[in-house]
């Protein structure tokens, strides 16, 4: 197959990549839960309606309780079945094979180093494009994002371009094609010493699992439509301090760019417990609870609210765990109320500091010595992240959580606008207003609610086609959000509200 020339492209570009489409996305099988209602619950017969709309919590298997109703969209369950454990085998063992991934290891060499590897993601990512079929405008399009790093004196001793390698499917709706959704991993290994460029450091699991699923999903998505954007990134820099991550969501704040969310899978492929046994059902996720950006107000108005579990991450992460939960999915996302591990990061970070919602995978049990280790024998103790400590066929399953998480937020609708909790007057009813997801398939609107206490969404109560809803329950006792559904059943991620008083 004759490939494209290799592409290099400032980050400016790289950016605006995504034109418009024609045609539409595949329908997907699932219904709304109920047909849009006509008129606001604003009446006493409106909120015993919508009362009597509200869907009771369900069992264990959804994780935030207002579970997404069934069935699932018969298209994303294809589009799990595409993907393949053999490939992704065979991916990480082949960025294992590059020696060393090291940000500042030799980029000449055909065989080793970061050079060749970078060459290699984007030689894969051409292919996937070029074997979906797409032309013109729909096309996705693959492409170095490069940016020059200058020492710090710290973990980079020398200037170096960090190259990150980026695929763009375009949406398909023109209403929601501005809204993109990443998934990411970084494809730099390093070995004990962060500083090492030249040692052995085959970084199979740390992040050859991650780079692996990401090369998968551009696959298998290349080949479908979905309304909004999907990005597809593996990323340089991240050992040495998230380097190739932060500047290119430096520059999509810049460039005004919409990102709706990311999801970086970084350490995804080892289901073992150092201690014994396995968590193959389980893939931890972290999100931030507050936003990193958070100013002096929005410290109080979570202080007032109590919405200390409820930044745009939260919110991401509670929709990629309600999915999984939607489809059976073989593994499913462990929510952690916290940013990430402690000592360690990762590029999820670097897209909240810009205030984007962004979240991680890791697998649950981590062994250290398989991680950020020289490959070695010490003691009759093996250490090093090589291939073997990788399971294909759970990673395939970590990337069906991915998949179908992508899938779902690219067909669903925004999230409606600017939320609003009213408090104005004395009352035992909650009142909420907002402003109308912009995209043309919208069918109606749902009212999330739980306890102050509660971790997850409890209640779902559709109010139909308004943009205002007053439901019978106390805005003191519970927390509430909204979120916008489609003729297809596709549900937004939550918008929380703020407090207003007028």
């Not at 839960?33 to 298997?61: F, I, L, N, T, V």
């Not at 589009?79 to 082949?94: E, M, Q, S, W």
């Not at 090291?102 to 060459?119: F, N, Q, V, Y």
């Amino acid at each position: 197959m004759t490939l494209r020339p290799f592409l290099f492209m400032s980050a400016a570009a790289l950016l605006a990549c995504g034109g418009p489409p024609a045609g539409t996305g595949e329908p997907a099988a699932a219904p709304p839960s109920s047909s849009p209602r006509p008129a606001e619950a604003a009446s006493d017969e409106a909120r015993g309606a919508a009362a009597a709309s509200e869907k009771a919590a369900p069992g264990p298997a959804s994780a935030s309780g207002a579970a997404l109703p069934g069935p699932a969209p018969a298209s994303v369950t294809k589009l799990l079945a595409d993907i393949d454990p053999t490939r992704l085998r065979a991916d990480v063992d082949r960025l294992a094979g590059f020696g060393t991934r090291h940000t500042l290891s030799d980029t000449a060499s055909e065989t080793r180093g970061i050079g060749a590897a970078r060459r290699w993601l984007l030689a894969e990512l051409q292919r996937a494009a070029e074997a979906s079929g797409r032309t013109g405008e729909l096309a996705m399009t693959a492409a170095f994002d490069v940016h020059r790093v200058a020492p710090d004196g710290k973990r980079v001793d020398r200037e170096v371009e960090v190259v990150n390698v980026v695929a763009v499917l375009p949406g398909s709706m023109p209403e929601a094609r501005r809204r993109r959704y990443y998934v990411l991993a970084h494809y730099d290994s390093r070995a004990s010493d962060v500083m090492d460029a030249t040692a052995e450091a085959p970084g199979a699991n740390d992040d050859g699992s991650g780079t692996a699923l990401v090369l998968e999903l551009a696959r298998v998505m290349a080949t479908r439509s979905f309304d909004a954007t999907l990005v597809f990134m593996a990323t340089a820099g991240e050992e040495q301090g998230l380097l190739g991550a932060r500047r290119h969501a430096e520059a999509a704040r810049a460039a005004g760019l919409e990102i709706a969310g990311a999801l970086s899978n970084d350490i995804v492929g080892d289901p073992s417990d150092p201690r014994g046994g396995s968590h193959r059902a389980e893939i931890r996720l972290f999100s931030e609870g507050v936003p990193v950006t958070a100013d002096l107000a929005a410290w109080q108005l979570a202080r007032q609210t109590g919405a200390f579990a409820d930044a745009p991450s939260r919110q991401l992460a509670r929709v990629v765990a309600d999915v999984a939960a939607l489809h059976g999915l073989a593994v499913r996302p462990r929510l952690v109320f916290r940013p990430d591990r402690f000592l360690r990061g990762g590029d999820h970070t670097a897209f909240n500091e810009q205030g984007f919602a962004a979240v991680r995978f890791t697998e649950v049990a981590e062994n250290y010595d398989r991680q950020h280790q020289d490959v070695r024998t010490e003691a009759g103790r093996a250490y090093g992240d090589l291939p073997a400590h990788v399971d294909a066929a759970y990673l395939a399953d970590v990337a069906r959580v991915n998949a179908a998480a992508l899938a779902h937020l690219a067909d669903a609708p925004s999230p409606p606008g600017d939320p609003k909790l009213m408090a104005t007057e004395l009352t035992g009813d909650t009142t909420l207003r907002w402003t109308a997801s912009p995209e043309p398939d919208v069918a109606g609107y749902e009212v999330l609610r739980r306890a102050t206490s509660a971790p997850g969404w409890e209640h779902a109560q559709d109010v139909g086609a308004v943009t205002e809803a007053t439901l019978p329950f106390s805005k003191d006792d519970w927390l509430f959000a909204v979120r916008a559904y489609d003729r297809d059943g596709y549900r937004s991620p939550a918008a929380f509200p703020r407090v207003a008083r007028e």
